[in-house]
């Protein structure tokens, strides 16, 4: 029988604790249902050994202190950290043992922010990379030679793979034994841990509601809720304007102002979101589901996914269908 495949996840003061525990959670459940042998030995290691306390106020016990991790590293785990503003916390010391352990290791994954930390050492460099929503403008901003894509749940770049925030660790660790052992193993983790949906990792981190923050109007946060609760009403320009108590043309300039986009493209957007969410969950026909959008035919709703998704509605259901 082979070794067991060494999985080594990089432990530190204040770490986020799911960054280190969901992965982990994934690796064990495999070998639970990978009858004939234990696939993962999972291992954290920590700057001096001991115990490390988490953002949480948790601790973990490492197995052993970084200068013992060896050369036998077949996937390297970075998960990462923020201080009270939300900002990356990069420590040099550890920064130089992730370059140097990612010289022999077979992968290297990073988790949420942990992206930050590959980029310091060096392991992002003329790659394409994701990392948490909030902070991947910062990512792009101080290490230019990186191309940060802030949409996926995780993008794999040869022999490096990063995540996104926090929960998409266990989509990023599903895809990781689902390069090791197959789909159906992936599978039968993700449903071993309920998770809702085994993700591939070109799906959008976040939906309508989460893409655009509040506006500094509460009269247009009200609006953008009743939107997305009547989808299929009359969304024009004109309807919200009237709805509103202001011209078209004022309230698309303040409409514009309040969210960066213009009051066709949210509803769009909106539509979209919600016609994603039916072709995931179901098999109604498709004009069933650009009806239930707003989005009346079927040929609109190929051209709105086509322009917001860059695929067809039919694609996208075989790709992230969830109902058996």
């Known amino acids: 029988m082979s070794a067991p495949h060494r999985v080594v996840v990089a432990v530190f003061p204040d770490v986020d604790l799911l960054d280190v525990t969901g992965p982990a959670e994934v690796f064990a459940v495999a070998n639970r249902e990978m009858s004939g042998g234990t696939p993962y030995q999972v291992l954290l290691a920590g700057p001096d050994g001991g115990q490390v306390r988490t953002s949480a106020g948790v601790r973990l ?40 352990t990612a010289r022999h290791a077979g992968r290297v994954a990073s988790v949420c922010v942990g992206a930050h930390l590959l980029a310091a050492a060096g392991l992002l460099s003329g790659r394409t990379a994701t990392t948490h929503w909030a902070t991947a403008d910062r990512l792009a901003a101080e290490h230019p030679d990186v191309t940060v894509d802030p949409d996926p749940i995780y993008v794999r770049s040869g022999n490096v793979w990063t995540g996104a925030g926090i929960t998409a660790c266990m989509d990023l660790a599903l895809a990781l034994v689902a390069e090791d052992h197959g789909e159906r193993l992936a599978l039968a983790v993700a449903r071993q841990l309920v998770m809702y949906l085994k993700r591939p990792g070109g799906q959008s981190q976040f939906s309508v509601p989460l893409w655009l923050a509040p506006s500094e109007r509460r009269d247009i946060d009200e609006l953008r809720a009743w939107i997305t609760t009547n989808l299929v009403a009359d969304l024009s320009a004109a309807a919200l304007a009237e709805r509103m108590c202001l011209s078209e043309r004022h309230f698309a300039r303040v409409f514009r102002k309040e969210t960066g986009v213009t009051p066709a493209a949210y509803v769009e957007a909106a539509r979209v979101e919600a016609a994603r969410r039916l072709l995931e969950g179901g098999d109604e026909p498709l004009d069933q589901v650009a009806a239930a959008c707003g989005l009346g035919s079927v040929e609109t709703l190929h051209r709105a996914f086509r322009r917001r998704l860059g695929t067809t509605p039919a694609a996208y259901r075989r790709r992230f269908r969830t109902a058996a």
């Open 61 to 100: 016990a490492t197995d052993l202190p970084f200068d013992q991790v060896g050369e036998r590293v077949d996937t390297l785990v970075v998960p990462g950290a923020v201080d009270g503003a939300g900002t990356p916390v990069i420590d040099p010391a550890l920064v130089g043992w992730i370059a140097e």
